[in-house]
């Protein structure tokens, strides 16, 4: 079997820091990449908070760039998806969708988070005809063409905005009266002339016979100026926040009501001595990738200074 000193599960901003400061220690790191590779970055175009690029940089490059820096301290880099853990012994025993089994003496988490759905069953209905949680990937497909976007935060403002160059019109749904989103982001949809923002309104449902052709929306629900009506549109966009992935943990870490990773104090430890959890599936708050690569580094120099004790 193989037996691992220090295996990195995720390989977002998070992922490949803790790699790179990993592989300098001389942990000799395995990193899983998991379902997608380079993580949730590389459904986005350009990264433009990233430090040190004054002019943006391709997400895609970026993750690339840090897959790179990795391997060349020495980081063996996988495909492929951990599927069970077993953190009540040691070593740590994992498994990966392959049916590979692993042995680590310590594991850094790094699974990052997925986008949420409303949860309404006609989303997975038009899901790829229709419904989508990207508009980078997707957005493409809906040249020209009439688009929502729902949710109110920075993640809405800026799917709206990328569509808005591409589509004739773009509708923001959100359930507030306000939008949560930055003021900057909120300026950028402002100053957009073919975004409309239609403020306490709902999704209750999706219709359309060859693929979508409308959302069925309620504005100010169960107040007496309530209005039910029809939004015809070409493609519904989600950007309502995400999900840590981390059921596969369940059991084993302590997990926040959200699922997130509880980590102690101001350290990347979990409930578990020698597994360590770094970015998005450890931080409800912040979720940008220069926290992540921040707190990707700390777990690494945690699992150093645990795996000098053993
Ligand atoms: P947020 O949690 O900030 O916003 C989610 C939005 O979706 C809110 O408007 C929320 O409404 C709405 N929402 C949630 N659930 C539902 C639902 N069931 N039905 C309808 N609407 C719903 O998530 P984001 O993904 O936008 O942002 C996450 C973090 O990442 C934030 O800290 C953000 O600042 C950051 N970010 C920064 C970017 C940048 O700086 N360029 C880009 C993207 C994200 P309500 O307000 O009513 O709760």
Redesign the pocket.
């Known amino acids: 079997m193989d037996r691992i000193k220090c295996l990195i599960i995720g390989s977002g901003p998070a992922g490949y820091t803790a790699a790179i400061y990993a592989g300098r220690a001389n942990l000799s790191p395995v990193l899983y990449c998991g379902l997608q590779t380079g993580g949730q970055l590389t459904t986005t175009t350009i990264v433009e908070?990233f430090p040190g690029y004054p002019d943006g940089v391709d997400a895609n490059q970026m993750m690339m760039d840090l897959q790179k820096q990795a391997k060349r301290f020495g980081a063996d880099i996988r495909d492929g998806i951990i599927t069970k853990a077993d953190f009540s012994s040691r070593p740590f025993k994992l498994t990966t969708d392959r049916g590979v089994e692993l042995e680590a003496d310590s594991v850094i988490v790094a699974t990052g988070a997925s986008a949420k759905y409303?949860g309404l069953a006609d989303e997975e209905k038009y899901k790829g005809e229709g419904v989508s949680a990207c508009a980078t990937c997707d957005g493409f497909f809906y040249r020209k063409k009439v688009v929502a976007v729902?949710?109110?935060?920075?993640?809405?403002c800026?799917e709206a905005s990328y569509l808005a160059g591409l589509c004739k019109k773009v509708y923001m749904i959100?359930?507030?009266p306000y939008l949560?989103a930055?003021d900057i982001m909120k300026k950028r949809v402002a100053e957009a002339e073919n975004i409309e923002i239609l403020f306490e309104t709902?999704t209750v449902g999706l219709y359309g016979e060859n693929g979508l052709e409308g959302a069925h929306v309620v504005y100010r629900k169960g107040e007496p100026d309530e209005k039910k009506y029809d939004l015809p549109i070409d493609g519904f966009f989600l950007?309502?926040?995400?999900k840590p992935n981390t059921e596969v943990f369940s059991g084993q870490l302590e997990l926040d009501a959200q699922g997130y990773i509880v980590t102690k104090g101001k350290t990347t430890h979990t409930s578990v001595e020698g597994v360590f959890a770094a970015g998005d599936c450890a931080d409800p708050h912040?979720?940008?990738a220069v926290v992540a690569a921040a707190t990707g580094a700390e777990a690494a120099l945690d699992a150093n200074e645990y795996l000098q004790t053993l």
């Open positions: 908070n409303l729902v949710g109110g935060g920075d993640t809405a800026e959100v359930r507030k949560r930055s709902n950007a309502i926040g995400h912040y979720q940008q």
